[in-house]
């Protein structure tokens, strides 16, 4: 747990604190591959789901 603190640090250090445009674009990106990533994980989990809101509905 304490590496990937870590490693987030690191991360935040490298990324977020030089702030250009081009660098916030690609955290952007990063960020939205990694949700999306934990999205497929999430349906991809056994586990029941509650019904989707009417506007999930429409989205998917």
Same mark, same amino acid.
């Given at each position: 747990?304490?590496?990937? /603190?870590?490693?987030?640090?690191?991360?935040?250090?490298?990324? &977020?604190?030089?702030? #250009? /445009?081009?660098?916030?674009?690609?955290?952007?990106?990063?960020? &939205?591959?990694?949700? #999306?990533?934990?999205?497929?994980?999430?349906?991809?989990?056994?586990?029941?789901?509650?019904?989707?809101?009417?506007?999930?509905?429409?989205?998917?």
């Amino acid at each position: 747990m304490s590496r990937f /603190k870590v490693i987030e640090t690191n991360f935040l250090a490298t990324f &977020i604190i030089p702030l #250009d /445009k081009y660098k916030i674009l690609s955290i952007m990106y990063i960020l &939205i591959h990694m949700v #999306d990533n934990l999205r497929e994980i999430e349906n991809e989990a056994p586990h029941p789901h509650p019904p989707p809101l009417k506007g999930e509905e429409r989205m998917g």
